[in-house]
């Protein structure tokens, strides 16, 4: 293997805001903020293990279309409605991308609209 993705960088409009959303459905902690107010978040253990970490930057642009990325998530603990509970009252919100509505996830938004899926299959958690 050459790679690996160590990091995913998101920009956004409320770093602190996004970085306790994602902390909370990752079960990710605070590994470090920038001076130009950007915060690192990842697995308990940091940077460079199997888990990428998120690095949330502050941007004033405006996201315009439909993201060309996004994440998707797999419960560790619980079935997947169980877990789209969870990330409902998290503050995810249900997108509709064009889903046929017969799928096996569910397209989410997180608190700035970037969209990300929750999948059906159960992982081992690291």
Request: proline content about 7%; charged content about 30%; overall charge negative.
């Amino acid at each position: 293997m050459a790679c690996r993705i160590s990091e995913l960088v998101i920009d956004c409009a409320d770093p602190e805001r996004l970085a306790v959303f994602w902390s909370k459905v990752l079960g990710y902690v605070e590994l470090g903020r920038e001076d130009d107010g950007s915060i690192e978040i990842g697995p308990p253990d940091g940077f460079g293990g199997p888990q990428p970490t998120l690095v949330l930057s502050p941007s004033g642009d405006r996201r315009a279309g439909k993201l060309r990325l996004h994440i998707d998530v797999n419960a560790t603990d619980r079935d997947q409605d169980a877990e789209l509970e969870r990330l409902l009252a998290l503050g995810a919100r249900p997108a509709d991308v064009g889903q046929a509505g017969t799928e096996s996830w569910h397209v989410l938004v997180d608190p700035e609209g970037n969209e990300f899926c929750l999948l059906r299959t159960r992982l081992q958690p690291f």
